[in-house]
């Protein structure tokens, strides 16, 4: 996991990094002495003042510091920067604006297509105020930017990178990871957090600008963090449209074509970037009968140099890995080796029925010269479930029980590897935003996406009700305001009523669920009754706070991107494969906020994905296409899921003997348990919602059985996260 944590204290007697000599051959800092000056009498160390623990007598000792492990430096005092990590060397800049001021710098993390000259224009910019132009460059990153003592950072749009921070010791410590600050903090649980992500883990009201640590805090996406001498300030960078009128139409040729732009410009800053190989490679016994040297190097679990692609079939996957090989340049390997582009395609063996369709059109797509295929064929040793055992990530997330699945297939890959994740919740219209529409009376553009949905229920006589149930939900919600809806689904908590949180039947039924200002989850059925109670209140709570917008369409888009966006996060770092980095143009910023742009009666369209992604690849010169090209992906396998369940029944029913969500008074036990011999026996039963508790309990138990800590000092056997174990839950009152 890489992560960077930065400080700013108001106080002048903290140790801080670059720490200097006094005139009595200590560590430590004169308040009154001159910063220029003192630059020079002492080296850059680096650290944090133990301040948290006053009463410690080692606290006494100025020299005696904290700092994060495995940590570098970037800038020192007096407010530090770290970056921790396998972080390559082209992934980690820094610039000043001018060498006789270096406290007016910029840091960036991750990859960005801006040269110098584009991070000193924004940097100038932000000293200023201006914040926007941080965001505007191709890439995937992070910015820091410090003038003086001011000291800003700026998240994403969609929340693939976002910013927490804690209050700590009379200052502010902030980092791209929550479980490093909740080490530094010695933060419990916050179990009602841990509530709100089973119950609704679609609805931002309801987990806020929490973690599951107590007293750690996220700044929503779209937003930037500012301290000033430990006093701090979120803002939002984004302008904010009107709340009571829709925005003017955009051109949808315009749109699409800024779509394009941004969707070019995210691969090529992927493909400009330096090239990189594994940088140790697993010993290879020698040759094996019927395996390549591609081969044998997958089995061993090390992705190839250079660049490649997921080719699964579907239409973002192939976008990507036709645009990354018909690019300018050197699209694929390492120079001297190859210009083809790896393409990988993951069969599974044990429930081929199905997927016919989209192996074939990948294998269509691979026919093009500019592409080397690879099949990552597995049987039963690739099921969902199949291997629990995998790396603590900083937050849970449903990815945990398919990591050694997805492990799989990106262990064949290379070592930048293009993944199409985030490209339905950016271009794809969210159902609830047929309310948007009927909101701005533009009730025919309704006429489409109704007369798809009756033809995606043939053979039903109920499909001749599809457009009046469809239409009546939209008119429902259009004229619910916010507070309405947002306290209404907090009274279907407190009473139970839980029927939006079972399995939606089709198309149909999963646009009618959706077409409500907030819906349970599907774990939430398995929750006690103090749990959801726990999180109606929260939802209650937020009804007096409204969303950046009051659209329920453009809300429930951002709150289903902020949610995917989270659990992409998560998946890259339990499928982490080393040396290795995942690339999703579809979430940067770039990318998101030329979707925007698309109106919404081009959204709700049937095929508008497709459609956009055909038109970006004509315009790249890929004209044609197999038959079948942007047909819908398809749903998470339901078989491959129930056999994974039936496979690992019995080491799932272990995990739920004594797990610690009945001892956070989330769960009962033995409901769950029968909940997992229903599924392996084919009941039905929310499979989503068992990965999200199964997930869930992993992380819990990988949190617990954590030795180690994030940070190193004089104090670090104190320095972790939840040191007392899962918090008792408080009785109900009677």
Do not use: K
């Not at 829709?246 to 493909?271: C, F, K, Q």
């Not at 209650?540 to 289903?560: D, I, K, M, Q």
């Not at 980095?581 to 709700?604: G, K, T, W, Y």
């Not at 056997?717 to 939840?722: G, N, S």
Request: proline fraction near 9%.
């Amino acid at each position: 996991m890489r992560w960077l944590v930065g400080w700013s204290s108001i106080a002048a007697s903290f140790g801080t990094a670059g720490r200097v000599a006094d005139h009595h051959g200590r560590g430590g800092r004169d308040p009154h002495h001159d910063r220029a000056a003192s630059a020079d009498e002492g080296p850059v160390t680096g650290g944090i003042a133990d301040a948290a623990h006053p009463d410690d007598p080692a606290g006494q000792d100025a020299d005696r510091t904290v700092v994060p492990v495995g940590a570098q430096l970037l800038w020192g005092d007096p407010d530090p920067l770290w970056a921790v990590g396998d972080w390559r060397p082209d992934e980690i800049r820094t610039l000043a604006a001018d060498p006789a001021d270096p406290f007016t710098r910029i840091a960036v993390l991750g990859c960005c297509g801006a040269d110098d000259t584009e991070l000193r224009r924004a940097l100038l910019a932000a000293r200023g105020g201006a914040l926007r132009h941080l965001t505007q460059w191709p890439g995937s990153y992070t910015a820091v930017v410090q003038a003086g003592r001011r000291i800003t950072v700026v998240g994403d749009l969609a929340g693939a990178r976002p910013v927490f921070y804690t209050p700590w010791a009379g200052g502010t410590a902030y980092a791209t990871a929550a479980l490093p600050l909740a080490d530094l903090i010695e933060a419990q649980l916050d179990i009602g957090h841990l509530a709100a992500l089973l119950a609704c883990p679609d609805s931002p009201e309801a987990l806020g600008d929490g973690t599951p640590y107590a007293g750690v805090r996220r700044i929503p996406p779209g937003h930037a963090l500012i301290l000033r001498e430990g006093s701090r300030e979120i803002t939002g960078y984004e302008p904010v449209a009107s709340l009571a009128v829709a925005a003017p139409a955009a051109d949808p040729g315009s749109a699409v074509e800024g779509v394009r732009e941004a969707l070019v410009e995210a691969v090529r800053a992927r493909l400009t970037a330096p090239r990189h190989a594994p940088d140790t490679l697993p010993y290879d016994p020698g040759p094996v009968p019927g395996m390549g040297p591609a081969d044998r190097r997958a089995a061993r679990g090390a992705p190839a140099p250079g660049v490649g692609a997921d080719l699964s079939g579907g239409s973002a996957s192939a976008t990507l890995a036709l645009l990354a090989a018909g690019l300018p340049g050197t699209p694929g390997t390492l120079p001297g080796s190859g210009s083809r582009l790896l393409a990988v395609t993951f069969n599974d063996l044990a429930t081929p029925q199905g997927r016919e369709a989209e192996l074939e059109r990948a294998r269509a797509i691979a026919a093009d010269p500019r592409l080397h295929h690879v099949v990552v064929a597995a049987a039963e040793e690739a099921l969902p479930y199949a291997d629990l055992d995998g790396p603590l990530t900083d937050e849970p997330g449903p990815s945990l029980v398919v990591a050694a699945r997805e492990r799989r297939r990106l262990a064949a890959g290379s070592a930048d590897h293009f993944v199409g994740h985030g490209a339905r919740q950016v271009l794809d219209a969210h159902p609830a935003r047929l309310a948007d529409l009927l909101m701005d009376r533009r009730r025919r553009h309704l006429l489409r996406p109704m007369a798809a949905l009756v033809r995606s229920t043939p053979g039903d006589s109920s499909s001749l009700l599809v457009p009046f149930s469809v239409y009546s939900a939209a008119r429902r919600l259009a004229r619910t305001p916010y507070r309405a809806g947002m306290e209404a689904a907090a009274a279907r908590l407190r009473e139970g009523d839980l029927r939006a949180a079972a399995p939606a039947d089709g198309p149909v039924g999963a646009s009618l669920a959706a077409l409500t200002w907030s819906r349970p989850g599907p774990a939430a059925g398995w929750l006690t009754g103090e749990a959801l109670a726990e999180v109606s209140i929260r939802l209650a709570a937020a009804a007096g706070r409204p969303p950046l917008s009051l659209r329920p369409g453009e809300a429930r888009a951002r709150a289903a991107l902020t949610r995917h966006a989270a659990d992409h996060r998560v998946f890259e770092q339990a499928a982490e494969v080393r040396s290795q980095r995942l690339h999703a143009p579809f979430l940067d910023n770039q990318v998101v906020r030329a979707a925007r742009a698309l109106p919404e009666s081009l959204r709700v369209q049937p095929g508008a994905r497709a459609a956009i992604l055909r038109t970006v690849l004509t315009s790249a010169g890929v004209r044609e296409l197999p038959p079948g090209w942007g047909a819908p992906a398809h749903t998470p396998n339901e078989t491959a899921t129930r056999l994974g369940l039936r496979e690992a029944l019995t080491s799932l029913l272990a995990l739920f003997t004594a797990p610690l969500l009945a001892d956070a008074g989330l769960i009962d036990a033995r409901v769950v348990q029968q909940a997992l011999l229903d599924a392996a026996e084919g009941h039905p039963v929310p499979l989503d919602g068992l990965a999200e508790l199964v997930s869930m309990e992993l992380w819990l138990t990988r949190l617990l059985s954590r030795r180690g800590t994030c940070w190193t000092g004089t104090t670090t056997p104190r320095r972790r996260a939840v040191p007392n174990g899962v918090p008792v839950p408080r009785p109900a009152l009677s």
